[in-house]
């Protein structure tokens, strides 16, 4: 008869709760048939004996039996929970839609700001908040008068005294595979960045084809234009500035050596120390303007 035996851990399914328990035989083991057995546990113990009893194995196959059916009831406690969580989530739902619904959100064409028209999918993306993380759709819009790349809304859901919300513009892209994207012609470009009487044709041919998208974007290139005409000519100016200013300290320098000032002030030599007792923020750069 073998001295050796085994005792299966019925909590924890790690295989460290095997233990080896010598002196007793296999055979010795009385088990619970209730008792659930962790599969790493069975691994573990089969794997450390070479040879089980007959008996020990019905006990084993008995114990994952108990484990597989507190598991379900496990996973059917938790599938319960987690439907009367959705539930109570669908009945939240369902009455917030109902006191929505209960709202007057028929269109109150009276109270929509003059000069205000229907939407009508020129700007699909613009949408109003309402409170309560929800929104709805910009069903009356108007552009801005004095920024073409903004535009205006309302729902037309709460009469005279709903706040009017801004939108930015910008330009769809076809959703046509007979067209594909390619970079911009020159002679466009150069309409884009051309005289004011060539860009103020161009502007009104976009606003005759009808999309605010397009021709919020001609206007915002066109701005950015601007501005970086404006930014280089600043940066020439200062650039021209700056040249001056060097040719003014060459000459200065050119009347010190004249002058023999170091010589006349040899005696301060010993105090400097190279670059040291150089101005902190003198730098070797140049500010080199763009081609634009």
């Given at each position: 008869?073998?001295d050796h035996s085994?005792?299966?851990?019925?909590?924890?399914p790690?295989?460290?709760?095997?233990?080896?328990?010598?002196?007793?035989?296999?055979?010795a083991?009385i088990?619970n048939?209730n008792?659930?057995?962790s599969?790493?546990t069975v691994?573990a113990?089969l794997a450390?004996h070479d040879e089980v009893p007959t008996?020990?194995?019905?006990?084993?196959?008995?114990?994952?039996i108990t484990?597989?059916k507190l598991?379900?009831?496990?996973w059917?406690a938790?599938c319960?929970a987690?439907?009367?969580?959705i539930?109570?989530a669908?009945?939240h739902?369902e009455?917030a839609?109902?006191?929505?619904?209960?709202?007057d959100?028929?269109?109150d064409e009276?109270?929509?700001p003059t000069?205000?028209?229907?939407?009508?999918?020129r700007?699909?993306?613009f949408?109003i908040p309402?409170?309560?993380?929800l929104s709805?759709p910009?069903?009356?819009v108007k552009?801005?008068?004095d920024n073409?790349?903004?535009?205006?809304?309302v729902?037309?859901?709460?009469?005279k005294?709903?706040?009017?919300?801004?939108?930015?513009?910008f330009?769809?892209?076809?959703?046509?595979?007979?067209?594909p994207t390619e970079?911009?012609?020159?002679?466009?470009?150069c309409?884009l960045?051309?005289?004011t009487?060539s860009?103020?044709?161009l502007?009104e041919?976009?606003d005759e084809l009808?999309?605010?998208?397009?021709a919020?974007?001609?206007?915002?290139?066109?701005?950015?234009?601007?501005?970086l005409?404006?930014?280089n000519?600043?940066?020439?100016?200062?650039c021209?500035?700056?040249?001056?200013?060097?040719?003014?300290q060459?000459?200065?320098c050119?009347r010190l050596?004249a002058?023999?000032?170091h010589?006349?002030?040899?005696?301060l030599?010993?105090?400097?120390?190279?670059?040291?007792c150089r101005?902190?923020?003198?730098?070797?750069?140049?500010?080199?303007?763009?081609?634009y």
């Amino acid at each position: 008869m073998s001295d050796h035996s085994l005792n299966y851990s019925i909590m924890s399914p790690c295989p460290d709760s095997v233990e080896i328990v010598v002196d007793t035989h296999p055979s010795a083991a009385i088990f619970n048939d209730n008792a659930p057995m962790s599969p790493n546990t069975v691994l573990a113990t089969l794997a450390a004996h070479d040879e089980v009893p007959t008996e020990s194995l019905r006990e084993i196959i008995t114990g994952l039996i108990t484990t597989i059916k507190l598991r379900k009831l496990a996973w059917e406690a938790d599938c319960t929970a987690m439907r009367a969580r959705i539930n109570h989530a669908e009945d939240h739902l369902e009455s917030a839609m109902e006191a929505r619904e209960e709202q007057d959100f028929d269109f109150d064409e009276a109270g929509v700001p003059t000069d205000f028209i229907h939407n009508n999918n020129r700007v699909p993306s613009f949408q109003i908040p309402i409170g309560e993380g929800l929104s709805l759709p910009a069903e009356f819009v108007k552009r801005d008068e004095d920024n073409r790349t903004k535009v205006w809304g309302v729902t037309g859901h709460f009469g005279k005294g709903e706040p009017v919300y801004a939108h930015e513009l910008f330009a769809r892209p076809v959703e046509d595979p007979s067209f594909p994207t390619e970079p911009m012609r020159p002679w466009f470009l150069c309409l884009l960045q051309g005289s004011t009487a060539s860009y103020t044709h161009l502007r009104e041919a976009a606003d005759e084809l009808g999309d605010w998208g397009l021709a919020a974007d001609i206007a915002r290139f066109r701005q950015c234009e601007d501005q970086l005409r404006e930014l280089n000519t600043t940066i020439h100016s200062l650039c021209a500035e700056a040249d001056l200013t060097e040719t003014l300290q060459d000459a200065c320098c050119i009347r010190l050596g004249a002058a023999n000032a170091h010589g006349r002030l040899a005696r301060l030599e010993s105090i400097c120390h190279g670059k040291d007792c150089r101005f902190p923020i003198r730098g070797d750069f140049t500010i080199r303007p763009t081609s634009y």
